[in-house]
């Protein structure tokens, strides 16, 4: 799996001092079929079996096994203040 940061997702990855986990949540709704979005979160994943370890410049990036590896994930740093989050998007190489 390739994964594009931008500088300021990485500078704030690296203040932060923790790896980031990228897993899928299902959202099931009763008229519409179901969608699956990708959720991030700072700290080691607790099932860590789980997922695959991807280092980018002494950066730990835990991402779910299932997901695809002939697929890009970008990793982007949104929000203001202390409500930044890290938000991931795949896409096709």
């Known amino acids: 799996m390739q994964i594009e940061l931008d500088t300021n997702t990485k500078k704030w990855m690296q203040s932060k ?34 997922y ?5 410049d002494n950066l730990s990036i835990f991402v779910e ?7 890009k994930m970008t990793l982007k740093l949104t929000g203001i203040g202390i409500f930044k989050i890290i938000s991931a998007k795949l896409g096709s190489n």
């Open 17 to 50: 001092g923790k790896p980031v986990s990228v897993k899928t949540i299902s959202v099931n709704a009763c008229c519409a079929p179901p969608v699956q979005e990708l959720m991030t979160h700072l700290g080691k994943p607790k099932d860590a079996h789980n």
């Open 65 to 71: 096994k299932h997901l695809s590896h002939n697929e």
């Open 52 to 56: 695959n370890e991807i280092k980018i």
